[in-house]
């Protein structure tokens, strides 16, 4: 058995001139696989034919599902398919659930033969992601095509592969968050984080509490640009929201794709928006309203049993709609100019025996912690949950470089390491000349594709708490669906390889490579992007 990984790379470059999708050069195509297979091999020499006409065999419930998928998308391009208990003699694919020798829950084997395509998983986790391997070799146009007869050996290298989409500094419909996740499945990213509450809007439905979303949602006009001195506003108001059917409409949608989708309810700082429906809440009478600027704004929820009351029956209803385990909570950008003036937060500091504002704030996310721990929760925040103590299960999103998440992994807490100078998806991505306006920043698709997720900084024993990476869309000044997908991709493909293969089956040329065939499927697809690599 001899390893064909160089001979592939040759491919690829070759490949890489194929603009056609003709029956002879998608046969190539297959070698443009994102994120890199961990192991690709060949035994014989020979092709495969799939064309219309192919039969899907598959008797257990979960290799159903994923027939079925599947079947869904060669409807797309015109296939006719059957599913069946039986192989034919050729032109098949057989997906089978059983014990692959692998420890790995995602772990796959795609097999092609003269005859036809074997994909064997333990679970429907890995019969999924082969299905995605499988799709990125097949034609476009609903031709035949011939594949190289080879076996992938496959399983990612971290359990938490992250996307995330901020929807409350700008609102997209429900039919595009199932575009967005239908991309993050197709280059096996397996958890959503929804940014769904901020001072400029409250975007999901609580229905106890309606003005959240009658007052919280609608703001009466955006600030234009970056003129934030003298300040300048549309005049143009800005709102939508999410109804609980709607979002377990997007749930369900996302566990079909092997999606975790984990939501973010911002506290106590980005609360404007729910101070303005519910100003008993604040520290000061108010009243407010929802934002129009960006950045951090000085007031947020003050920390009276009024308070908390308030955000246990909102997260009563979130954990009752997200069946993950985690619920993000925010943390971040919550200036204590106003608990320092309350005397509700001073009297909380002295009947806890806090030392200052920020043991204040590490007692009001271990308070909200227990809370969510009783309903068999676990708590993320981003970095700033480590000033005053951390909560004592609480995972740390590492946004401000990465010294937050080597402290939390030193003090054994899990991390998810997403630092601002690569994971920012906000960034500008080449030279601001002729590039749309962005918040700030430059994030190469190289810089993503070069990040090592685990800090040289951690030993051994604390590199486990490293679950992996995420990618962060900060929508300030992204108002449109195309606008959110040019940011996105392709540097979406560069950290699906950064977080699914291993560093020695990385190679930067390659990947480039690559590129040439993504960027036909993302047309297929629809999909907006920057073409410049």
Same mark, same amino acid.
């Given at each position: 058995?001899?390893?064909?990984?160089?001979?592939?790379?040759?491919?690829?470059?070759?490949?890489?001139?194929? =603009?056609?999708?003709?029956?002879?050069?998608?046969?190539?195509?297959?070698?443009?696989?994102?994120?890199?297979?961990?192991?690709?091999?060949?035994?014989?020499?020979?092709?495969?034919?799939?064309?219309?006409?192919?039969?899907?065999?598959?008797?257990?419930?979960?290799?159903?599902?994923?027939?079925?998928?599947?079947?869904?998308?060669?409807?797309?391009?015109?296939?006719?398919?059957?599913?069946?208990?039986?192989?034919?003699?050729?032109?098949?694919?057989?997906?089978?659930?059983?014990?692959?020798?692998?420890?790995?829950?995602?772990?796959?084997?795609?097999?092609?033969?003269?005859? &036809?395509?074997?994909?064997?998983?333990?679970?429907?986790?890995?019969?999924?992601?082969?299905?995605?391997?499988?799709?990125?070799?097949?034609?476009?146009?609903?031709?035949?095509?011939?594949?190289?007869?080879?076996?992938?050996?496959?399983?990612?290298?971290?359990?938490?592969?992250?996307?995330?989409?901020?929807?409350?500094?700008?609102?997209?419909?429900?039919?595009?968050?199932?575009?967005?996740?239908?991309?993050?499945?197709?280059?096996?990213?397996?958890?959503?984080?929804?940014?769904?509450?901020?001072?400029? #809007?409250?975007?999901?439905?609580?229905?106890?509490?309606?003005?959240?979303?009658?007052?919280?949602?609608?703001?009466?006009?955006?600030?234009?640009?970056?003129?934030?001195?003298?300040?300048?506003?549309? &005049?143009?108001?800005?709102? &939508?929201?999410?109804?609980?059917?709607?979002?377990?409409?997007?749930?369900?949608?996302?566990?079909?794709?092997?999606?975790?989708?984990?939501?973010?309810?911002?506290?106590?700082?980005?609360?404007?928006?729910?101070?303005?429906?519910?100003?008993?809440?604040?520290?000061?009478?108010?009243?407010?309203?929802?934002?129009?600027?960006?950045?951090?704004?000085?007031?947020?929820?003050?920390?009276?049993?009024?308070?908390?009351?308030?955000?246990?029956?909102?997260?009563?209803?979130?954990?009752?709609?997200?069946?993950?385990?985690?619920?993000?909570?925010?943390?971040?950008?919550?200036?204590?100019?106003?608990?320092?003036?309350?005397?509700?937060?001073?009297?909380?500091?002295?009947?806890?025996?806090?030392?200052?504002?920020?043991?204040?704030?590490?007692?009001?996310?271990?308070?909200?912690?227990?809370?969510?721990?009783?309903?068999?929760?676990?708590?993320?925040?981003?970095?700033?949950?480590?000033?005053?103590?951390?909560?004592?299960?609480?995972?740390?999103?590492?946004?401000?470089?990465?010294?937050? #998440?080597?402290?939390?992994?030193?003090?054994?807490?899990?991390?998810?390491?997403?630092?601002?100078?690569?994971?920012?998806?906000?960034?500008?991505?080449?030279?601001?000349? #002729?590039?749309?306006?962005?918040?700030?920043?430059?994030?190469?698709?190289?810089?993503?594709?070069?990040?090592?997720?685990?800090?040289?900084?951690?030993?051994?024993?604390? =590199?486990?708490?490293?679950?992996?990476?995420?990618?962060?869309?900060?929508?300030?000044?992204?108002?449109?669906?195309?606008?959110?997908?040019?940011?996105?991709?392709?540097?979406?493909?560069?950290?699906?390889?950064?977080?699914?293969? =291993?560093?020695?089956?990385?190679?930067?040329?390659?990947?480039?490579?690559?590129?040439?065939?993504?960027? =036909?499927?993302?047309?297929?697809?629809?999909?907006?992007?920057?073409?410049?690599?």
């Amino acid at each position: 058995m001899k390893k064909v990984l160089l001979f592939f790379s040759v491919l690829a470059i070759v490949a890489s001139s194929c =603009q056609s999708n003709s029956y002879e050069d998608l046969a190539l195509s297959q070698i443009a696989i994102v994120p890199q297979p961990q192991s690709i091999e060949t035994t014989e020499n020979g092709t495969m034919v799939i064309s219309s006409g192919l039969t899907i065999v598959a008797v257990k419930e979960e290799e159903l599902k994923i027939a079925n998928y599947l079947k869904d998308y060669f409807a797309e391009i015109n296939w006719t398919v059957k599913v069946k208990e039986d192989a034919p003699s050729s032109n098949f694919i057989s997906i089978q659930q059983k014990s692959i020798g692998s420890d790995n829950i995602e772990a796959y084997v795609l097999s092609i033969s003269q005859k &036809g395509i074997q994909i064997e998983a333990a679970n429907g986790k890995g019969l999924f992601y082969a299905v995605q391997s499988l799709i990125q070799m097949l034609p476009l146009d609903g031709e035949a095509v011939k594949l190289p007869v080879m076996k992938i050996k496959d399983e990612p290298r971290f359990a938490y592969r992250g996307m995330h989409l901020d929807v409350a500094r700008h609102f997209f419909p429900v039919e595009f968050v199932k575009k967005y996740l239908d991309m993050m499945a197709f280059y096996k990213m397996n958890n959503f984080h929804w940014h769904l509450t901020e001072d400029q #809007g409250w975007r999901i439905e609580i229905k106890k509490y309606p003005k959240l979303t009658e007052v919280g949602s609608v703001r009466k006009e955006t600030m234009v640009e970056k003129n934030f001195n003298p300040y300048v506003g549309d &005049g143009i108001p800005h709102g &939508g929201f999410y109804t609980q059917e709607e979002v377990k409409e997007i749930v369900a949608y996302a566990m079909e794709r092997q999606i975790n989708v984990i939501p973010e309810i911002e506290m106590p700082g980005h609360s404007l928006a729910a101070l303005a429906a519910y100003p008993e809440l604040g520290c000061t009478p108010g009243p407010f309203e929802v934002g129009t600027i960006w950045g951090v704004n000085k007031n947020i929820y003050c920390p009276s049993e009024e308070t908390f009351t308030f955000l246990e029956n909102v997260l009563s209803e979130v954990v009752e709609l997200f069946p993950g385990q985690y619920i993000h909570i925010g943390g971040d950008e919550a200036p204590k100019d106003r608990w320092k003036e309350s005397a509700v937060a001073q009297a909380v500091i002295k009947r806890e025996g806090l030392k200052d504002e920020f043991e204040l704030q590490s007692y009001f996310i271990r308070r909200i912690e227990k809370f969510l721990i009783s309903k068999g929760k676990k708590l993320i925040g981003w970095d700033e949950i480590l000033e005053g103590g951390l909560a004592p299960e609480a995972t740390v999103m590492s946004w401000r470089g990465e010294a937050g #998440g080597i402290e939390a992994a030193e003090q054994g807490h899990d991390v998810i390491m997403t630092p601002n100078s690569v994971a920012y998806f906000d960034h500008y991505q080449a030279g601001p000349e #002729g590039e749309p306006l962005a918040i700030g920043g430059f994030t190469t698709l190289q810089d993503v594709y070069d990040y090592e997720p685990i800090p040289e900084e951690l030993s051994n024993e604390n =590199q486990k708490h490293v679950l992996g990476a995420q990618a962060n869309v900060w929508t300030e000044y992204m108002k449109t669906t195309d606008y959110v997908e040019y940011m996105v991709f392709p540097r979406m493909l560069a950290l699906s390889e950064t977080v699914w293969s =291993q560093p020695e089956v990385k190679d930067w040329a390659r990947f480039q490579e690559k590129l040439n065939w993504q960027m =036909q499927l993302l047309d297929a697809r629809n999909v907006n992007y920057h073409k410049s690599n």
